[in-house]
């Protein structure tokens, strides 16, 4: 994920399971391309794999790397929309499932909020997601995206021939969770009379990179020359960025980690959800014990104290 602030204060002391990197817009640069496409390449490597990477003609992707394990392949500049497998559908179903985990987080907020609840208080909820939040959003979207989903936009994009692979178990169909009834969970008023369309497609004419042209081309050779004479060469402000919503961290014990486990796995079977999630929360169990555990060994006498002689 690519910010504008090097440091947001809802950051502080909090797990982040995303790569963050920032620039004073926001957007997608040479340098952070060349750096994740170098991290790749070992990966890859690592892997024993070979694998080709295909790009559109956005300027930052215009790098000059010796790579072992990722060739990259350009595709042709008048036909990328139709050529793309994340424009197939990839990026459409991130954008549902994220906006989901947006739509559950908002109604959750809301029914804490209403008269008679333990959170309710005077006045609107508050209703603001802080970036934290989001990134969280984001982690949990890209992750619940289906193997078939990719391998089905890739198929629609022209680039898997029946013969080649084998077929997934699920589909062929490039599907989008519905959100309809989440959407008609949400008060009007909160969503600013958009339509859920509207909702869904709020940032599809966003930019993310230069397009290559002269002056992008003359500004990002300027850029890299003036990082080389400053301590903060990618533009970024040092100062905390304008966060859209409170956070404090905090630092949970492990005994409270388990607990908040043990309450997940009750609530699990109480209300007769399939075995597999109260599982998962068993296995969670086990790892956060584990680090529960002494390091060294315990004698019995710690605890009772050493035998008279």
């Not at 990477?53 to 930052?60: E, M, P, R, T």
């Not at 905390?240 to 043990?262: C, K, N, V």
């Amino acid at each position: 994920m690519i910010g504008r602030s090097k440091k947001p204060t809802c950051f502080k002391n909090q797990h982040i399971p995303v790569r963050c990197r920032s620039n004073k817009k926001a957007w997608m640069t040479r340098d952070l391309f060349e750096e994740w496409l170098l991290e790749f390449d070992s990966l890859i490597e690592g892997q024993g794999r070979k694998v080709v990477l295909l790009l559109d003609n956005c300027s930052a992707h215009s790098v000059n790397l010796k790579l072992t394990s990722v060739e990259l392949m350009f595709l042709p500049s008048n036909t990328t929309a139709g050529l793309q497998p994340l424009d197939a559908g990839v990026i459409a179903n991130f954008k549902v499932l994220y906006r989901r985990r947006m739509l559950e987080w908002l109604i959750l907020a809301i029914d804490r909020a209403a008269p008679g609840t333990s959170g309710h208080a005077d006045g609107p909820p508050d209703l603001k997601i802080s970036l934290l939040k989001a990134v969280r959003f984001v982690y949990g979207a890209w992750y619940e995206i289906k193997q078939s989903t990719i391998y089905n936009c890739f198929k629609k994009a022209g680039f898997v021939r029946q013969d080649e692979l084998p077929q997934p178990t699920e589909t062929n169909t490039v599907e989008a969770p519905d959100i309809t009834e989440l959407w008609e969970l949400v008060p009007t008023g909160d969503t600013g009379g958009a339509s859920m369309e509207e909702f869904l497609t709020a940032d599809s004419a966003a930019s993310f990179c230069d397009e290559v042209t002269d002056e992008a081309i003359a500004e990002d050779v300027l850029s890299r020359q003036t990082a080389k004479l400053c301590d903060d060469g990618d533009g970024s402000s040092d100062s905390d960025e304008i966060d859209s919503g409170t956070l404090t961290p905090t630092t949970m014990s492990t005994q409270s980690a388990l607990s908040s486990i043990d309450s997940l796995i009750d609530f699990m079977h109480a209300k007769g959800l399939p075995p597999v999630f109260a599982q998962q929360l068993e296995s969670m169990h086990t790892a956060v014990v584990k680090l529960k555990v002494p390091q060294k060994q315990v004698q019995i006498s710690d605890y009772f104290g050493a035998p008279n002689p």
